[in-house]
């Protein structure tokens, strides 16, 4: 996928960027490949591979963003999905909440290079963030390699009662949810909707809407490591 295959393929999402936009990807994609020379950023760095598994996948969860909303992504990383839907969707906030200094500092030179004023970032811990940010965002996210159980009490106790967990899964997501169900039912969530994706190089995704119908109890989340070995769901940890 070039540069202008994954601008035509944003179009069906609702998404018409601009020039500048199309400049801000592609100073991204080129401090991907720069930094990832000296810090493992992703194992994703050919052109294609940005555009399309990492850019393009992103961007699959922002028609379901209501405009000039807010958006905590947990475990930002490289930016993904983040920074991504910042300059996609510049009428949304976004705050990235990244606990490693090495890849913060990355955010922050990717943010100053594509000159973006709707991004915050914070390199902090998820569980530590909580305690002045508890329930003060739209929308919450989290593009990471875990359970739905586990990224579930990460991400619902950021959203306000009314806000919606997006959480961005693979073919399993269906499965994931239903195993799931208990650990988001504690944490005050429901599942609103599902977008079911097939893609010819991203295989089959599933995002799921999930709203936050009343207020999660304040000892969630617990800390990463209790989260990990005790998942809400009473699911056998990895």
Do not use: W
Not at 192 to 200: A, I, K
């Amino acid at each position: 996928m070039t540069l202008e295959e994954f601008i035509t393929q944003l179009e069906p999402l609702g998404i018409v960027a601009s020039p500048k936009q199309k400049e801000q990807f592609l100073t991204y994609k080129n401090l991907i490949q720069e930094v990832n020379k000296v810090l493992n950023l992703t194992g994703i760095d050919d052109d294609a591979g940005i555009y399309h598994k990492h850019f393009y996948d992103s961007l699959l969860i922002a028609p379901a963003m209501k405009p000039q909303a807010t958006l905590a992504d947990i475990g930002s990383g490289a930016g993904f999905p983040g920074i991504v839907i910042a300059i996609a969707r510049p009428d949304i906030h976004v705050t990235c909440i990244e606990p490693t200094t090495k890849r913060t500092n990355f955010l922050s030179r990717v943010v100053e290079a594509c000159n973006l004023s709707n991004v915050t970032i914070l390199n902090e811990r998820a569980e530590d963030v909580i305690v002045n940010a508890r329930e003060s965002f739209d929308y919450a996210t989290a593009r990471a390699v875990a359970y739905l159980d586990i990224l579930s009490e990460l991400c619902i106790p950021f959203i306000k009662v009314g806000g919606v967990f997006l959480a961005m899964k693979g073919a399993r997501g269906l499965e994931e949810y239903e195993e799931s169900k208990k650990a988001i039912t504690i944490l005050g969530g429901e599942l609103l909707r599902t977008h079911e994706f097939n893609d010819d190089v991203l295989g089959e995704r599933f995002n799921l809407e999930i709203v936050k119908i009343k207020n999660t109890p304040k000892k969630y989340p617990r800390s990463y490591a209790k989260i990990k070995k005790t998942p809400l769901s009473g699911r056998a940890h990895d």
